[in-house]
């Protein structure tokens, strides 16, 4: 099927994703920095992605193959209605096979399989700003950028381990690109920020209500912050995966009925499908 | 002296509007002295601590501290200095501190943001800073927001003290506070500074804390220095009709 004829390609207008495209091109450019941007409304409220939703328009040919994933899985609600959307208004093929996708755009996942260069990584961001929690002024936070001021974080981190014993972020939790700039990688799992380290895929994100947009090229340093004596770990469920087996995946707690009974499955439904399948040819 | 003076300023002028709060002063400081500038409201004193920290802008003058330029400096290398070799304590504790942030997390803050990132050494440190400033090292995990007044200036000295600055602008440190508190801060002010060779610039009305702890002492009146000298010969033979006021106003007890 060919796209909706009354919509212009993917939606947005031309002069639109020029500019959103310049942005970008800017956030590719400094790493890690947040770029403003002249967010539009869009056909669905702030906080269900229109800052993805908005950097994928920019970025989609009519020769991509677009993946969206909410949570890891490509059924849910959001990720099947943004699919449909792309599908309806730029006729793009669509898919939910990690591999077969060239833009990839996310709510608090990262996939299990290994990106390549060849694909976009899109995030949706509700809070682009890591500081804004220790410091509201807005002003003085990017002042605090500009002079690479990040002490503060820092505090965050010692108060977790003051308290917890351990430092207790478990999302959102805050990295250094390219040793220069702060950033927040939006509500992924702290188990997901090693995978953004060197990564051959170009990864962008898209803040629609806070109305900023940053990006990390391929193969650029990402370091989570932490202590020399309370280093990084990358937390995950100690289960196996109940479909799949696995036990290096992040991993869901699903309840499955109503007396308590619960299972952990892997939150990336596409790793899971393709490990059963793997497993059901072996047998 | 022969040393060079650590910070010295001259000829600063700044008017707001038709008000002149600085009216051509001329100051230095040398390392390990406590100065102390006296006068009344509006006389210019907070406004001369906040020219000299680099916080405010002069309409003229110079501001050098061992050999930089600070009104030239960029804000990177004024912050710099702010957080390494300076330090600034307010009168009100809320706005030196962080009031969400336990006490521990509060001194360390200076720490983390030199570079320092060891959890242990950073809480060792702190535990040591209470210890100095007389709170139980146990309340380190508590935020300021629970501590007393006294309790919570104590704090804010510590955190500014943790880095060994060499220069500390203080702006009314003991106002607000009943006067036995009061005794107990001055008392700890002077036994630190003595401890670490600290320069102390020290903005008060309050005539009684200027002798405890300055060395030497400016007297401002609109803007101006209308005397100037050593702390006891300023206040036992002062010569200027003003500061000859202000010291017969000091209330006997």
Not at chain 1, 54 to 59: H, Y
Not at chain 1, 225 to 234: E, G, I, N, T, V
Not at chain 1, 275 to 283: G, L, S, Y
Not at chain 2, 88 to 94: G, K
């Amino acid at each position: 099927m060919t796209h909706h004829t009354g919509y212009n390609f993917a939606y947005l207008d031309e002069s639109t994703k020029r500019m959103i495209r310049r942005a970008i091109l800017k956030a590719v450019a400094i790493p890690g920095h947040q770029v403003p941007f002249g967010s539009r409304e869009m056909p669905l409220p702030y906080g269900w992605g229109t800052g993805g939703i908005q950097v994928t328009a920019a970025v989609l040919g009519p020769t991509d193959v677009l993946k969206v994933i909410d949570q890891g899985a490509d059924d849910t609600t959001n990720a099947v209605s943004i699919r449909a959307f792309f599908h309806r208004v730029a006729g793009v093929a669509t898919t939910e096979r990690t591999a077969e996708a060239t833009i990839i755009q996310t709510r608090h996942r990262i996939p299990e399989r290994l990106l390549t260069e060849q694909q976009i990584l899109v995030y949706q961001v509700p809070i682009p700003e890591p500081l804004g929690k220790l410091e509201p002024r807005i002003a003085e936070t990017r002042r605090m950028h500009a002079l690479a001021d990040y002490g503060l974080m820092h505090v965050k981190l010692y108060e977790d381990i003051a308290r917890f014993g351990h430092i207790a972020t478990s999302y959102a939790y805050p990295v250094m690109v390219n040793a220069r700039y702060l950033m927040s990688p939006s509500p992924i799992p702290a188990f997901d920020n090693p995978k953004m380290d060197q990564m051959p895929a170009l990864q962008l994100f898209g803040a629609g209500r806070e109305k900023r947009i940053y990006a990390v090229p391929p193969y650029t340093s990402v370091r989570s912050l932490d202590f020399d004596d309370h280093p990084f770990r990358p937390i995950r469920a100690p289960h196996a995966c109940e479909l799949c087996g696995s036990r290096d995946t992040y991993l869901d707690e699903v309840l499955i009925d109503d007396v308590g009974g619960r299972i952990f499955v892997c939150s990336d439904t596409d790793h899971c499908s393709e490990r059963q399948a793997m497993k059901e040819a072996a047998e | 002296m022969s040393m060079p003076p650590l910070l010295s300023a001259r000829d600063l002028e700044l008017r707001f509007g038709r008000v002149a709060a600085l009216d051509g002063v001329d100051l230095d400081i040398w390392p390990g002295e406590v100065v102390a500038i006296v006068g009344e409201s509006g006389s210019g004193k907070t406004t001369l601590l906040r020219v000299l920290s680099g916080l405010m802008r002069p309409d003229s003058g110079s501001v050098d501290y061992r050999g930089q330029d600070v009104l030239g400096m960029g804000e990177a290398a004024r912050r710099r200095l702010m957080r390494t070799e300076w330090g600034f304590v307010h009168q009100n504790p809320r706005d030196g501190l962080r009031m969400a942030v336990s006490a521990g997390g509060n001194i360390g803050e200076r720490l983390m943001a030199i570079g320092a990132r060891h959890y242990g050494n950073i809480r060792a440190e702190a535990a040591n800073w209470l210890g100095r400033v007389e709170i139980d090292a146990a309340r380190m995990d508590d935020v300021p927001a629970k501590f007393s007044g006294g309790m919570q200036q104590r704090l804010q000295i510590a955190r500014t003290l943790v880095t060994q600055p060499k220069l500390v602008f203080m702006d009314e440190p003991t106002g607000g506070l009943d006067v036995s508190v009061q005794a107990r801060l001055l008392d700890l002010i002077r036994a630190l500074v003595a401890d670490l060779g600290l320069a102390v610039l020290i903005v008060t009305h309050d005539i009684a804390a200027a002798r405890l702890l300055a060395h030497r002492m400016l007297v401002m009146r609109e803007g101006c220095v209308v005397e100037q000298g050593l702390t006891d010969r300023v206040l036992d033979d002062p010569q200027h009709p003003y500061t000859q006021l202000l010291v017969s106003s000091v209330l006997a007890a």
